[in-house]
């Protein structure tokens, strides 16, 4: 079965390091892959997604992710974190169909 | 403001008992999901519904039920309830069917089942 695996669930950066959240998927086939962020009582918001366009994709908020097939990774990154980045962050798959399978979620919290 | 309303936003009821979520999507989207987030489970996907019809199913329970009205909105409908089925549950928008079709999440219901 398809799956995705989010590893560490929960990231602690200060403010202005480097984000890296890590996302690895099993499949066979190529997917779509997407990242979605969540604040705190609020609804999944998308912040990037890949289709099989360019490797590299970025997102809102300065985020970006890369895909690589070779080590079937699309790990999230931000080249400086801001407070506002807190929140709980999800990779998700889809494969040619329309539901999204999501990993287990990585909080991401930012100390001044 | 994703677009997607969902109510109420806070449901608390007793085991047993039968409640109905509601959801209208951003407007012109023709597809909806239901998806739970729960401790345990995380964000499952339970069913889709496009333009009135039931397009994909996931780990929805048989005492769970959707719709999609003629209108587009739709109602998940949870009976029978047990402790197990507090959760969060999102309904999501698209425009179409496809992966291609960004979802748009809703704020959530929050179910408590006491």
């Known amino acids: 079965a398809q799956s995705v695996t989010q590893l560490g669930s929960h990231v602690s950066v200060s403010e202005g390091a480097l984000v890296l959240l890590r996302c690895n998927y099993s499949s066979s086939v190529p997917p779509y892959l997407f990242w979605y962020v969540q604040y705190p009582n609020q609804g999944l918001q998308l912040l990037l997604k890949y289709t099989s366009a360019a490797t590299l994709v970025k997102g809102i908020n300065g985020f970006e992710a890369e895909f690589k097939k070779s080590e079937t990774s699309f790990h999230l990154t931000k080249p400086s974190a801001h407070m506002s980045d807190a929140a709980e962050y999800f990779c998700a798959v889809s494969y040619a169909g329309t539901a999204l399978i999501f990993g287990k979620g990585t909080t991401l919290s930012v100390s001044s | 403001d994703s677009g997607v309303t969902q109510t109420p936003k806070h449901l608390i009821t007793a085991t047993g008992q039968r409640v109905t979520l509601r959801c209208s999507p951003r407007s012109g989207d023709l597809s909806v999901y239901w998806y739970q987030q729960s401790l345990d489970q995380g964000l499952q996907f339970l069913i889709q519904?496009?333009?009135?019809?039931?397009?994909a199913k996931g780990n929805i329970l048989e005492r769970f039920s959707a719709q999609q009205f003629p209108d587009l909105h739709s109602e998940l409908n949870l009976s029978s309830l047990e402790l197990g089925d507090s959760a969060l549950y999102f309904c999501a928008s698209s425009a179409g069917t496809g992966s291609l079709y960004e979802q748009y999440f809703g704020p959530g219901t929050r179910l408590t089942v006491t």
């Open positions: 519904y496009y333009n009135g019809e039931e397009r």
